[in-house]
């Protein structure tokens, strides 16, 4: 998994969905929405879970570096 990847992980007993936006050695920040405001007030729509508790919904596009450089 990697940044950008959409994941879906268990939260209080809730199933959500999110997205990747960092990655710790063991673990991702995940930014994800919720209709509950108590999930909203406790997280603020951002959450670090462990790499194992994870399931990959969809990969984020991969990038090729070369086709960046090109357009210069």
């Known amino acids: 998994m990697k940044i ?3 994941v879906s992980f ?10 990747i936006d960092k990655a710790y ?4 920040m ?6 509950d405001t108590e999930i909203l007030d406790k997280y603020h729509d951002r959450v670090v ?13 991969e990038t090729d570096p070369e086709s ?4 210069a």
């Open 4 to 6: 950008g990847d959409q």
């Open 10 to 19: 268990k939260l209080e007993g809730q199933d959500f969905t999110g997205f």
């Open 25 to 28: 050695q063991n673990s991702f």
């Open 30 to 35: 995940i930014t994800f929405k919720s209709d």
């Open 49 to 61: 879970i462990n790499k194992k508790k994870l399931k990959l919904i969809k990969a984020a596009p």
């Open 68 to 71: 960046d450089s090109d357009e």
